[in-house]
């Protein structure tokens, strides 16, 4: 027995709560990163190109490149929020995942261009020149705008759990640090060293690298459906056995789409309970754990009588019908036995248990009920999968 999350379906490109108020947060919070970097790309490269500075130079096309991904971002996120339809049926969540993929090759394209050319700079020191002092403002200024991007998106992050703005959020720290490695590169080569311009660019191509690829592996190995991390998981078998009625757990299995993590797990019950007792602690253990758990959106329960994680003993065992047809042979001239009102089966360690509900009227006394009891269980034990049979009178 299984139950899961329930899917709503609505018309694509409608974002509806949530989802809705989301995408404009993310919306707002980019807009604002983007208007700042417009303004620090267009300041750097120029006075990096007026200061001779090949690392505010660098420093400015790294700004360029939040630009970028934050056009990635919008986008990504505008299309991220819509909600599940039919081809959809888990939602669009894993769009954003996908971009930012796209915003850490970004970031690697960015790092290689800037370190190549520094490099060859550094192969004829004879041609560098000592960059002009307001580039060395313009450096610090890009640290202080950059540093409080950062802040200000992961804030945003942390509040709508969004892997691509907490992406974007890196992007602004890693060209706040790389400013930082600018400033030391030009105030070196102002004393006298014009090399660790240069060699300033160099170390901000590999920053940006090391960022790029953080965030196309965690991205990736999103994809590939990589669970979640152990104290998640902790947390998640934690609430699963605060349910009264789940005894154990076994087979929890997760997995990231977008903002948002799915789960699915076994949970061991009384085998003697009813169908519909079993789907009740479904839907209470799928509840408990959205409501406790912010980032879980849809959960798949199934409800097992015995632990199966490693052999399910019960498997080879035949279906109703087979048994029931078997039953009829044994008790072919037995008359009491015809037409029983109900007969469960439960299913346990390989072998079948039984339950018939016959009418009272069929017995005349205590002894009576007792004898046709026996017989119908002598008869049951001939079959090799019945394990045991229990007769009841309505």
Known sequence: MSVGGKQQTHGAGAPSGNDAGRYGDARRVTLVGAAVNVVLSVVKVVLGVVGHSAALVADGIHSLSDLASDVVVLYAARLGSEHADEDHPYGHGR????????????????????????????????????????????????????????????RAARRLRSNLLRANAWHHRSDSIS??????????????????????????????AKAGWDLAAQSISELIDTGLEPERLAKIREKILEVEGVGALHMLRTRRMGADALVDVHILVDPTISVSEGHQLSERVRGHLIRNLDEVSDVTVHIDPEDDEVVSPSMHLPLREVVLGRLRDCWADIPAAADPEAVTLHYLDGKIDVELLLPLQRVATLDEARALGEQLAQRAAQLEEVRKLDVHYH
Request: charged residues 10%; hydrophobic residues 65%; aromatic residues 8%.
């Open 95 to 154: 769009i954003e995942t996908v971009a930012t993929v796209a915003v850490g090759a970004l970031l690697g394209a960015v790092a290689f261009g800037i370190g190549y050319d520094a490099v060859q700079r550094l192969y004829d020191l004879d041609a560098l020149v000592v960059p002009g002092v307001i580039t060395l403002a313009a450096a610090v200024v890009s640290v202080l705008s950059k540093e409080w991007l950062y802040h200000y998106t992961m």
């Open 179 to 208: 400013s930082v490695v600018v400033i030391i590169g030009i105030a070196g080569a102002l004393a006298g060293l014009p090399y660790l311009d240069a060699v300033a660019a160099v170390i901000v191509a590999v920053m940006i």
